[in-house]
């Protein structure tokens, strides 16, 4: 959530920042400005009428005779000014309430060195890793890779669960599997970060704390009548476990969880109908930190490479982009999407999304550090990224380390968590 009073002071600046997100985005301020006036003409009216009261009382309590008509005349005064007040004060909560509602529903401002653009067509491809394999067979898509080696049935998914399901079966679970093992291992090992594995049922408050709700609530998954939303990533309960807290120690603090997820998604996608891109139900291995906010850049870089590691390891050619104001997330004021090589669509598709929200979901969610011993607490700013999708990384292996038998070869780091260093029929 934005500043009420950063925005409330400066609306044209904030109006031409979210501009650069698109219409949509800049029709979020309207009807705010009047919400915020009627707020302040309240509360400046409250001040007033508590210091007139705060004088009076005052009076009253060196007034000498207390028996006198008068000093009961001005005593019932001072009972009437505190019911007025406490009438103002009401509707000064109400303006409040409708005030942060409103901003409930306003978009994070892009960072001066997001590009401008307004789709995915405007993304800056930062840097490239790996050559893209030159094949001297067609190579498959990993829908037929899975159904040729018996690893993965969607048909028998969507007969139990509708579309957009997935069963792995066998080496296809293993390999699932080991790729989770792999990749917290790198993180918690190699990187860092502390593991924690959360609830995946969230409350409203959680959702709401990360951007989820209000915006988004079709795309969620409800569960009634607990009121509670199965986790879309796990950012939502990761970020939200210092929902309400004052930091104390060091920064940054990092967290990797795996979690399954899942996803109303609506809609039709081309190519991601079918196979493993685009499912309701998918694994994930999330990272987030919680950093100082002069430092917040620098660890978004820190995360980037984290994610990258992963993909170099399993020798998967990979492109790192910024995306486009017009293509970030309700969220995020800057993100870098890190998208792998797909042999059978012949272009790179995003495997991971890293990104900085500077303290738009910390104000949301009451997140705070304290700087040192004694100063006063400041909002944190809060990161993640993907470290990675794993079906996306499971369907980027098959087809990137197909061989002309039809069988996959597994990448020197993953085989001692796979069990071997092929997989075939």
């Known amino acids: 959530m934005l500043d009420a009073k950063f925005v409330v002071e400066n609306p044209e600046q904030v109006r031409q ?165 792999f990749m917290l291992d790198v993180h918690v090992r190699d990187h860092g970060y502390t593991e924690l594995m959360p609830p995946y049922l969230v409350n409203r408050a959680s959702m709401t704390g990360t951007g989820q709700l209000p915006k988004f609530e079709e795309d969620l998954f409800h569960v009634a009548p607990q009121d509670l939303f199965l986790v879309p990533t796990a950012e939502v309960p990761v970020t939200n476990f210092h929902a309400d807290e004052v930091l ?83 969220s995020a004021t800057k993100t870098y999407d890190l998208e792998v090589w797909l042999p059978s669509q012949r272009t790179y598709r995003e495997i991971s999304s890293c990104s900085s929200f500077g303290d738009f979901q910390a104000r949301r969610a009451k997140i705070r550090y304290r700087p040192g011993k004694g100063e006063k607490p400041r909002l944190v700013h809060t990161l993640n990224g993907s470290g990675l999708a794993v079906g996306r990384t499971w369907l980027a292996l098959l087809e990137n380390h197909q061989q002309a038998d039809g069988s996959i070869r597994i990448p020197e780091a993953l085989r001692p968590y796979f069990g071997g260093d092929r997989l075939s029929a």
């Open 17 to 181: 920042a979210l501009a650069r997100r698109g219409p949509a985005a800049a029709a979020a301020l309207e009807g705010l400005e009047p919400v915020a006036a009627r707020r302040r003409a309240l509360l400046r009216e409250t001040e007033d009428r508590r210091a007139r009261l705060k004088t009076a009382s005052k009076s009253l309590g060196s007034f000498k005779d207390k028996a006198s008509p008068e000093f009961a005349r001005l005593r019932e005064q001072l009972r009437a000014d505190g019911d007025g007040i406490k009438a103002l004060e009401a509707k000064l909560a109400e303006a409040e309430t409708e005030l942060e509602q409103q901003l409930l529903r306003v978009p994070n401002l892009p960072h001066a060195s997001v590009p401008d653009g307004a789709d995915s067509a405007a993304n800056r491809v930062e840097r490239t890793w790996g050559e893209p394999r030159a094949f001297d067979f067609e190579p498959q898509a990993h829908w037929d890779l899975g159904a040729k080696l018996g690893i993965l049935d969607l048909e028998r998914a969507a007969k139990l669960s509708g579309p957009r399901f997935a069963v792995l079966l066998g080496a296809g679970a293993r390999l699932e599997r080991a790729l989770i093992q």
């Open 248 to 330: 104390e120690g060091p920064l940054p603090v990092k967290y990797a969880s795996f979690t399954p997820c899942f996803r109303a998604e609506a809609g039709s996608y081309g190519k991601d109908v079918r196979g493993l891109i685009r499912q309701h139900q998918f694994h994930k291995v999330e990272l987030v930190k919680f950093a100082e906010p002069e430092k917040s850049f620098d660890e978004l870089e820190s995360l980037t490479r984290d994610a990258e590691a992963i993909l170099q390891r399993l020798e998967l050619p990979y492109r790192v982009v910024t995306l486009c104001a017009g293509d970030l997330g309700f």
